[in-house]
């Protein structure tokens, strides 16, 4: 699976697949739907954390013992 599949089309292959089958199980479409959320927050909150990560490196305390000595003189 290389190619990355929306939930929309996710939707539309369970709604199609409910129609074939001939039945539904009821929870699975907002389970979908939760999922999709619980994602969207992930990705959201990996992208603060590389964020303050990056700006969180150039801080003098993460700095090299030479490199500090280095520039002390």
Not at 15 to 44: C, M, S, W
């Amino acid at each position: 699976m290389d190619k990355q599949i929306t939930p929309e089309q996710l939707r539309e292959a369970v709604l199609k697949l409910f129609q074939d089958a001939g039945y539904t199980v009821p929870g699975l479409l907002p389970f979908i739907d939760g999922l999709t959320q619980e994602n969207d927050r992930l990705k959201q909150e990996l992208k603060k954390l590389k964020l303050a990560s990056v700006r969180g490196s150039a801080s003098p305390g993460s700095m090299n013992s030479r490199l500090k000595d280095a520039l002390r003189e």
